[in-house]
């Protein structure tokens, strides 16, 4: 299976925690939901930490779904495959639910913020009463004189590991780069669409600008 996090050094200690988030919170027999699955890399990390879970992915591309059934086939997982446009979530069928855990790796970033917004929307309406939802996405970075700071982060990346992430020369450059398929959210707006949705949303691993929030229904 192909190793998506090869060009993103720092990714692998992200994606592991968001796994054991899963794994830790989750009991054989509970139904997850991965928002944009792709080929089932994400998938293969749980299923190594929490045997038995009922997993739907999501996937735009029959391609990607084929490619994680096939990825995923043998593991303790009881899988489902559902293609699906996830900028129109009320077309999506045969994703009910409730879902003890809803996440979604790097896919947000691909929709615009009312699409966002529309996605968590339906997403919480499936969620389980004690259930929790996980993002792991880039943020969209709005203080143009905190930028230096950002570079300083990427820098010490690309010497710590011999490879860098996506960058820019300054915060004019890197605003240039945002466009229809790279469209990260400001941590402030999950907050607010958390908040709006009866959510308590936290990010709870941050490294420059790629988070991992959680979020759980107030109690």
């Known amino acids: 299976m192909d190793d998506p996090i090869q060009g993103h050094p720092t990714r692998a200690e992200q994606l592991d925690i968001l796994a ?3 794994a830790d919170c989750c009991a054989a027999g509970d139904q997850v939901l991965d928002l944009g699955c792709g080929t089932g890399y994400v998938a293969h990390l749980i299923a190594g930490k929490r045997a038995g879970l009922a997993y739907t992915g999501i996937d ?9 059934a096939a990825n995923l086939d043998g593991l303790p997982l009881e899988t489902r ?3 699906a446009n996830l900028e129109r979530p009320e077309s999506i069928a045969g994703a009910d639910g409730p879902f003890r855990c809803i996440f979604t790796v790097l896919t947000l970033h691909d929709l ?3 699409q966002k917004a529309a ?3 339906w997403a919480v309406a499936r969620l389980a009463d004690d259930g929790i939802v996980l ?3 880039r943020l969209r970075l709005t203080a143009p004189a905190l930028f230096p700071v950002q570079q300083s982060i990427w820098r010490r990346i690309e010497a710590e590991y011999g490879r860098g992430m996506r960058t820019a020369g300054d915060f004019a450059g890197y605003s240039a780069d945002l466009g229809p398929k790279n469209q990260p959210a400001a941590l402030e707006d999950y907050l607010v669409w958390f908040d709006d949705l009866g959510l308590d949303a936290r990010p709870v691993h941050l490294h420059g600008n790629v988070a991992l ?3 759980a229904r107030s109690h």
């Open 119 to 121: 996605l968590l929307a």
């Open 135 to 137: 993002i792991y996405d």
């Open 213 to 215: 929030i959680a979020a």
């Open 20 to 22: 054991g988030i899963v």
């Open 60 to 68: 735009l591309k029959p391609e990607s779904l084929a490619a994680a």
């Open 112 to 114: 615009s913020d009312v």
């Open 81 to 83: 495959f559902v293609e």
